[in-house]
């Protein structure tokens, strides 16, 4: 474990499970990496500054809450209001210390709370002027979300603190800006600020929702009614108030002639990390993973290595964790797990399948097939739908993922879980369809 100067300081642990067993001539590694962090707290001065804690209550954090004020908020009222009374409750739950800010986003971004180009620091005098300030919302203008972005950006970087973290409402696409326009904002901000997204009502784009949660290391949501957004918004901010270290990459080594094929998140929710890899030496490179508090996530790691003999064993891959320094260098955390590479002719060793493992291929494909199916159904192509919908609940009902084959089950009649023998339903709510969309990715633990 890292040698912190605080005795509460997080501790992290990595603990891998595979099939270490390869046949003649396997090359193809694969292996689920559990990261957990336990014993918040606050962080020592092996990981940062410790002027950037707050007092004996944890990392100081900033904060950003850009709330959708395009015109389609006004339709219905309910709308406006619920996201006002979602602010507000999600300011009650800022941690005495917080710098924090609104954006009322429209075709532009405007500073609602506190202004002139700073952050508010939380205490209970500005939670009221926040508060006050929420009630001059009104709804008007277009969307451009990446405008919205972008001034969350400027603010949040102002703050010399821990943890700096967007939540951001949207109801209505993003019309006002081209896709590049967001993707640039998105490009420009990863890596800077992590970002919760949810859409409201049913009149927004679930992959406009989920790209900005996947590219800011956030989660994205559907809020069918505006009457559970403040709940919402409560639960994301205490979660934001409970991230303790920020930054946390998952270092990968791999030796001469070994390949890194793919890094994904598996749980709590499938995330592809594989294309968002930096350098680190000229073995190793880090795959972020945002900021953590006491948590626990999986992440599946495939690796190709250059087959050696029977009897043979090799280390394929070192996962460790680290996080930045301001000198540009990188400290470890400590933990670390090991991915071996064991060439056997015994055939039952190397067809086993690592129980984690095919939970996880599992819970991939449920997520991925759920996405083709509902294509499919907006295209037309009923029996493509059907397919990929019916092996869906099959997978669902295999892997113990009760709440996503309730989804499905707002969207298809099941004849047959295990066989996955399913029909469309002929009308569906969009509702219905727009949460399965959204939530398809969520994944449940295996039993280890």
Known sequence: MANFSKSNAP?????????????EGGREVNAIVTVTATGGGTVGTAVTAPHLYTSGQGPAAAVAVMVDCSGSMDYPPTKMRGARDATSAAIDALRDGTHFAVIGGTHVAKEVYPGGGRLAVADATTREQAKLALRKLNAGGGTAIGTWLRLADRLLSSADVAIRHGILLTDGRNEHESPEDLRTAL???AGRFTCDARGVGTDWEVK?????????????????????????????????????????????????????????????????????????????????????????RDYHVCVEVSPAGLGQEMLAARVSLVVPRPDGSAHSLGAQGLVRAVWTDDLTASTSINPQVAHYTGQAELAQVIQQGLELRKSGDVDGATAKLGRAVQLAGSSGNADTAKLLAKVVDVVDAAAGTVRLKAKVEEADEMTLETRSTKTVRVKK
């Open 187 to 189: 490009d420009t901000c």
């Open 11 to 23: 501790r992290f642990s990595v603990d891998v499970y595979q099939n270490e067993y390869l046949p």
């Open 208 to 296: 406009e929702v989920t790209a900005i949660s996947s590219a800011l290391l956030g989660t994205a949501d559907i809020v069918a009614d505006p009457d559970g957004l403040a709940a919402d918004f409560t639960r994301m901010m205490e979660t934001a108030m409970g991230k303790e270290v920020a930054d946390v990459a998952l270092r990968l080594w791999t030796p001469a002639g070994a390949t890194v094929k793919f890094v994904k998140q598996v749980a709590p929710a499938v995330a592809e990390l594989t294309g968002r890899r930096t350098e680190a030496t000229a073995r190793a490179g880090d795959y972020p993973t945002g900021s953590w508090g006491d948590e626990s």
